[in-house]
């Protein structure tokens, strides 16, 4: 199917690592995306993945990619409470029809102090 | 710079009426995305314009339509509301077509009574 999987739900503590994860469907998709979105806003690019990489990391934010079993994490070091939001794992398809973000249905981080 | 910006930020409508929203992309983007997020769920792909031209759909019926204009800014039509089109109406830009990375904008919240 064309379902991108994440789980749904996740809290810490204020100073704990945050690992969000996610399965994809597509492995030729060149590029895997996460997002977030805190409550009524749009969406903020956090940070991407080549598919020829299989880590990346950005200041408090590690992405691991294992293409083999089409596997996404985000690793958030030293959760704040500012964190708290809903992170979407997000894979491209590009085709003749265009390009499209195929979205998982989002995983709410909830973070205590 | 600015970023993407959408307009209005909020609408209410009645069933059967007819809606136009509106996004211009980011300066220098050429290409213009739209998507659809119903309460709980991800983002789902409606359109890709690139270049005045459209360029992909997704799984949508015949009353949503779009149009991008030469200055690249963009327009979302859904005509005869449902109930069930009440949602968060997001536009993403990105510099080309292809597998560029989309950036959205805060969206557009439409309500269908």
Redesign the interface.
């Known amino acids: 199917g064309e379902d991108?999987e994440q789980s749904l739900f996740l809290s810490v503590r204020e100073g704990d690592s945050s690992v969000i994860n996610c399965t994809y469907t597509d492995s030729s998709s060149?590029?895997l995306?996460w997002?977030k979105q805190e409550p009524?806003?749009?969406?903020?690019?956090l940070t991407?993945i080549f598919s020829n990489m299989d880590m990346k990391q950005d200041q408090r934010l590690t992405v691991l990619l294992n293409k083999k079993d089409k596997h996404l994490s985000l690793r958030i070091a030293d959760t704040q409470t500012g964190d708290s939001a809903i992170y979407?794992c997000?894979e491209?398809h590009?085709n003749q029809?265009?390009?499209?973000?195929?979205?998982?249905?989002?995983t709410t981080l909830s973070v205590s102090s | 710079d600015a970023g993407v910006t959408q307009s209005p930020t909020h609408l209410i409508k009645t069933r059967g009426q007819q809606v136009t929203l509106r996004c211009s992309p980011i300066s220098g983007h050429k290409s213009v995305s739209w998507y659809q997020q119903v309460l709980g769920q991800g983002p789902q792909f409606i359109f890709q314009y690139y270049e005045k031209e459209e360029r992909g759909r997704g799984n949508f019926p015949d009353r949503f339509s779009a149009r991008q204009f030469p200055n690249y800014s963009s327009e979302l039509n859904v005509n005869a509301l449902l109930l069930g089109d009440s949602a968060l109406y997001l536009c993403a830009s990105s510099p080309a077509f292809g597998t560029d990375t989309q950036y959205f904008g805060p969206g557009t919240r439409l309500t269908v009574l």
């Open positions: 991108v060149t590029y995306y997002y009524g806003a749009g969406l903020q690019l991407y979407f997000a491209i590009f029809a265009g390009t499209a973000l195929i979205f998982g249905k989002g």
